[in-house]
């Protein structure tokens, strides 16, 4: 199958161009095509851009234990629909992904119900060293140094010496000081309100932990990834740091709420790490848009919208994300505030560098044709109703955001195209390499 893409403004590693791109057995074949070139298939692209297909690093799919919230299909539809290619599944499913055996299971599942391509994170634990040094067919490891579920919860020096010592994969975590989360929750009786979330999980929480990760990660020369990052002291801190074995992230709920919004809002603006102030917003799409942060991820985590309605404490914390992320960055390029070659950057090329991936993130010859055409000029509005992800319900809802992904390929076949997705499409397992080196190594 040929299938050729003319007259899109195409997002390059090196820029944009107005070319055309041949995919031939699901690889981009050539870029700039001639106009004599044939194929099975010609796509006219004018008035659109073509980007590689965005890899979200960090979402929770809630399968297998959590079905209820979320699964496998019902989250990789959402994917398709809103331009997501690939992602990397976190283990805090039920039971947690701590052993090489409940990874292999789950990539067993994803085979059969993703409509995009998929890589699952093994969990530590205080105990699994031995696992996480043997596994394979993972992106990485992935630690909760603050409160989680199960007993993937890793706060003792050290059992965390031991995982930066004694495994190769690279990591990331979830960095929120315990101690101080614990001591915030004594001072404030728990908390009563939506608000007090981010009184307990506070800016000190989040530099604490995260200064202490990195710290572990320089003296081991272990490569490590900081999850969501919410402060300006974060990313103040990250950019001080030599290049070489620390990457970091933001997600869009951290760019785009603060604490104002829990009037408004309340718990469906709960998450961990806390959202936090409208200085924070302004400092974290700063680092965004001079690549202090590289990357930007969901950490699509929802719940149905009877358990957020609990009053606080019992809300658990957690939003859907992952189908309206590229909008919302579109959105922020429009505005002026990035560009599309630096929202491409973040949301396509970092992570397959970050993680090591074989083939994604760029369009360039001989990559996967992971590919998404978004229209610049399109103006929708999000809706509860129309959400794919099966809590059906957005944050955002009733937001206008202004550029829109219209149609997207998985491995060359079209997933979702003219408002409709292709439920009998399936993904593939992604591909690493780990000896290519992390982001900062050249290529």
Same mark, same amino acid.
């Given at each position: 199958?040929?299938?050729?893409?003319?007259?899109?403004?195409?997002v390059?590693p090196?820029g944009?161009?107005?070319?055309s791109?041949?995919?031939e /057995?699901?690889?981009?074949?050539?870029?700039?095509?001639?106009?004599?070139t044939?194929?099975?298939?010609?796509?006219d692209?004018?008035?659109?851009?073509?980007?590689?297909?965005?890899?979200d690093?960090?979402?929770h799919?809630?399968?297998?234990?959590?079905?209820?919230?979320?699964?496998?299909?019902t989250?990789?539809?959402?994917?398709?629909?809103? /331009?997501?290619?690939?992602?990397?599944?976190m283990?805090?499913?039920?039971p947690?992904?701590i052993?090489?055996e409940r990874?292999a299971?789950?990539?067993?599942i994803?085979?059969?119900?993703?409509?995009?391509n998929?890589?699952?994170?093994?969990?530590?634990?205080?105990?699994? +060293?031995?696992?996480l040094?043997?596994?394979?067919?993972?992106?990485g %490891?992935?630690i909760?140094i603050?409160?989680?579920?199960?007993?993937?919860?890793?706060?003792?020096q050290?059992?965390?010496?031991?995982?930066?010592a004694?495994?190769?994969?690279? %990591?990331?975590a979830?960095? $929120?000081?315990?101690? #101080? +989360?614990?001591a915030? #929750?004594e001072?404030?009786?728990? /908390?009563?309100?939506y608000?007090?979330?981010?009184?307990?999980?506070?800016?000190?929480?989040?530099?604490?932990?995260?200064r202490?990760?990195?710290d572990l990660a320089?003296r081991?020369?272990h490569?490590?990834?900081?999850?969501?990052?919410?402060?300006?002291?974060?990313? $103040?801190?990250?950019?001080?740091?030599?290049?070489g074995?620390?990457?970091?992230? !933001?997600?869009?709920h951290?760019l #785009?709420?603060?604490?104002?919004?829990?009037?408004?809002?309340?718990s469906? +603006?709960?998450?961990?790490p806390?959202?936090?102030?409208?200085?924070?917003?302004?400092?974290?799409?700063?680092?965004?848009?001079?690549g202090? %942060?590289q990357?930007?991820?969901?950490?699509?985590a929802?719940?149905t919208?009877?358990?957020?309605?609990?009053?606080?404490?019992?809300?658990?914390?957690?939003?859907?994300?992952?189908e309206?992320?590229l909008?919302?960055m579109?959105d922020?390029?429009?505005?002026?505030?990035?560009?599309l070659?630096?929202?491409?950057?973040?949301?396509?090329?970092?992570p397959?560098?970050?993680?090591?991936?074989v083939?994604?993130?760029?369009?360039?010859?001989?990559?996967?044709?992971?590919l998404?055409?978004?229209?610049?000029n399109?103006?929708?509005?999000?809706?509860?109703?129309?959400?794919?992800?099966?809590?059906?319900?957005?944050?955002?809802d009733?937001?206008?955001?202004?550029?829109?992904?219209?149609?997207?390929? !998985?491995?060359?076949?079209?997933?979702?195209?003219?408002g409709?997705?292709?439920?009998?499409?399936?993904?593939t397992?992604?591909?690493?390499?780990?000896?290519?080196?992390?982001?900062?190594?050249?290529?």
């Amino acid at each position: 199958m040929r299938q050729l893409f003319r007259n899109a403004q195409v997002v390059l590693p090196d820029g944009i161009a107005r070319t055309s791109v041949l995919i031939e /057995g699901g690889r981009i074949a050539s870029i700039d095509a001639p106009a004599s070139t044939r194929a099975d298939e010609v796509i006219d692209c004018a008035g659109l851009h073509l980007i590689p297909g965005v890899i979200d690093d960090q979402v929770h799919f809630r399968e297998p234990g959590l079905t209820h919230k979320e699964d496998l299909h019902t989250a990789s539809r959402a994917c398709a629909k809103g /331009g997501v290619t690939s992602f990397l599944e976190m283990p805090n499913t039920k039971p947690n992904t701590i052993t090489r055996e409940r990874l292999a299971e789950k990539l067993a599942i994803a085979a059969g119900k993703s409509l995009v391509n998929y890589g699952f994170y093994i969990g530590a634990t205080p105990s699994n +060293v031995a696992e996480l040094a043997a596994a394979s067919r993972t992106p990485g %490891i992935k630690i909760f140094i603050g409160s989680s579920t199960g007993d993937l919860l890793v706060d003792e020096q050290e059992a965390l010496e031991r995982i930066f010592a004694e495994t190769t994969l690279p %990591i990331c975590a979830h960095c $929120e000081d315990e101690a #101080t +989360v614990r001591a915030n #929750t004594e001072r404030l009786a728990g /908390g009563k309100s939506y608000a007090d979330h981010s009184r307990i999980r506070d800016h000190a929480a989040a530099i604490i932990s995260t200064r202490r990760a990195v710290d572990l990660a320089l003296r081991h020369k272990h490569r490590f990834h900081v999850l969501h990052v919410s402060t300006a002291q974060e990313a $103040e801190f990250l950019a001080t740091l030599p290049q070489g074995l620390i990457t970091s992230e !933001v997600c869009p709920h951290h760019l #785009t709420f603060n604490i104002d919004d829990y009037e408004r809002l309340g718990s469906l +603006v709960q998450m961990n790490p806390s959202i936090k102030t409208a200085a924070d917003n302004a400092a974290l799409w700063k680092a965004l848009a001079n690549g202090t %942060i590289q990357v930007v991820a969901t950490d699509h985590a929802p719940h149905t919208l009877e358990e957020k309605a609990q009053p606080y404490p019992a809300s658990p914390s957690g939003l859907p994300a992952v189908e309206n992320s590229l909008a919302l960055m579109l959105d922020a390029v429009n505005r002026g505030v990035l560009t599309l070659e630096r929202v491409v950057q973040a949301m396509c090329d970092a992570p397959a560098r970050v993680w090591d991936m074989v083939g994604k993130g760029r369009i360039a010859e001989g990559y996967e044709a992971d590919l998404v055409l978004v229209d610049m000029n399109l103006r929708r509005t999000i809706r509860n109703a129309e959400q794919e992800t099966k809590c059906r319900w957005s944050p955002w809802d009733g937001v206008t955001l202004h550029g829109w992904p219209v149609a997207t390929w !998985v491995g060359g076949r079209p997933v979702f195209r003219n408002g409709v997705l292709d439920d009998a499409a399936r993904g593939t397992e992604i591909r690493y390499d780990h000896s290519l080196g992390g982001y900062w190594a050249t290529r």
